[in-house]
């Protein structure tokens, strides 16, 4: 079976209702909105999946929790491949330690708002461009902050302060769907708290103070919105080949370098993060902090749509050390080469903006294949062996080279 997932309208339903009318893939589409149906689930879930003729689509399945075991057994009985695609805007998935054991049996995609590339259809490879080291020259984007608000949800290119408030409400009941905390009156409060702090690493005393809302709650809070696909942790990258020794928030590797543990904290969208924050154009030019901040975000998700399809398949990382040197993104394939992405808001660049990915290239040795500061010019340039800066509109242009 196949599990498609993600925040809702990304476009995930359209998406099943194409493959399930094609010649090739067609299948029968049933959803749970459709009350006769989530009754008949409730009622009894392993006899509404014995009752079903496959292959099937079935839509909003988190509004049945007890719907995957049920498939999980019928797939145990009868493992033959095609038989379930499910869709969900939660995530439906049990602990990792029985997930861990579904690794045969179930394919996992993420469904994100539309990515550049997407929106202007035109293929994008810059990961697998980065890690072959054959990026191509880029111009500027005369339109960059128009794009951080408008984000990628489809049904926001014509972004519109109206659709996201609905969204945010839509979400709540999701949200209370998967939770028994009825008042969530203050999780709109704590969403555009995220939003304002979106970069920073994950800092629950800080989010709690900030928003007048108890440490505990806001960690129940916070795993609702990721959950629900709103919220976003990078991790921080780990020196594999080394051994380490931890202290707290911070990692010791053998050569003495001291790492912050902590992860990153995004939103899945900029253009929801800009809505939150009552952001126009205007006035993310005039605040340089969040500009920064919210570009570092754009970035951030557009790198994560691209691993989606990446032939390099890579993780998604941050890397800082206690001394203050980072690098805001680092990618890391299956086999451990990794590469590096600084973003700058500004449109010049200097040899200081490379420091973390120096340090970053000094600790991962020979694994490290390539380094770029990402800018809001229009010029390429190189600065040093596998080191160079480019525009950010490089991420959304096709590279020639890449694989």
């Not at 990258?237 to 053998?254: D, I």
């Not at 370098?257 to 253009?271: S, V």
């Not at 989606?308 to 990382?317: D, E, I, M, R, T």
């Amino acid at each position: 079976m196949v599990l498609l997932h993600g925040a809702r309208q990304t476009g995930k339903t359209t998406l099943a209702k194409h493959i399930a009318q094609t010649a090739a893939h067609r299948a029968q589409y049933l959803t749970l909105n459709d009350a006769s149906v989530l009754d008949a689930i409730r009622t009894d879930p392993v006899a509404f999946v014995g009752r079903l003729q496959s292959p099937v689509v079935l839509d909003d399945v988190q509004r049945a929790p007890d719907l995957l075991p049920a498939i999980l057994a019928e797939v145990d009985r009868h493992p033959s491949p095609g038989r379930f695609l499910l869709i969900g805007s939660t995530n439906v998935l049990p602990p990792p330690q029985i997930s861990e054991s579904l690794a045969d049996r179930i394919e996992i995609l993420t469904l994100h708002p539309l990515s550049q590339g997407e929106i202007e259809s035109v293929p994008e490879n810059f990961i697998d461009a980065l890690f072959a080291d054959t990026l191509s020259p880029a111009g500027g984007c005369d339109d960059l902050i128009a794009r951080i608000l408008r984000g990628g949800y489809p049904s926001a290119l014509d972004p519109e302060r109206a659709w996201f408030d609905s969204y945010v409400t839509t979400v709540l009941g999701d949200i209370r769907g998967l939770s028994d905390i009825d008042a969530l009156s203050s999780l709109p409060r704590l969403l555009a708290l995220i939003a304002a702090r979106t970069a920073g690493l994950l800092n629950f005393m800080d989010l709690a103070r900030g928003s007048g809302i108890p440490q505990t709650t806001v960690k129940r809070y916070f795993a609702l919105l990721e959950a629900t696909f709103l919220a976003r942790l990078v991790p921080a990258w780990e020196n594999k080949t080394e051994p380490s020794l931890s202290q707290g928030v911070v990692e010791k590797t053998k050569s003495g370098q001291r790492l912050i543990k902590a992860p990153k904290l995004y939103l899945n969208d900029t253009g929801l993060a800009a809505s939150r924050l009552g952001l126009d154009e205007e006035r993310l030019e005039r605040d340089a902090g969040l500009k920064a901040a919210l570009l570092e975000n754009f970035v951030g998700m557009e790198l994560e749509k691209q691993a989606g399809w990446s032939q390099a398949n890579p993780k998604l990382f941050h890397f800082r050390t206690a001394g203050g040197q980072k690098v805001d993104f680092v990618l890391e394939n299956p086999v451990g080469d990794i590469v590096g992405i600084e973003v700058k808001a500004g449109a010049t660049v200097d040899d200081r903006d490379f420091s973390g990915l120096r340090a970053l290239a000094a600790l991962a040795g020979r694994r490290f294949l390539n380094g770029v500061v990402l800018h809001t010019g229009s010029t390429r340039d190189a600065f040093g062996q596998r080191l160079h800066a480019a525009p950010v509109s490089a991420l959304w242009q096709s590279h020639a080279g890449g694989v």
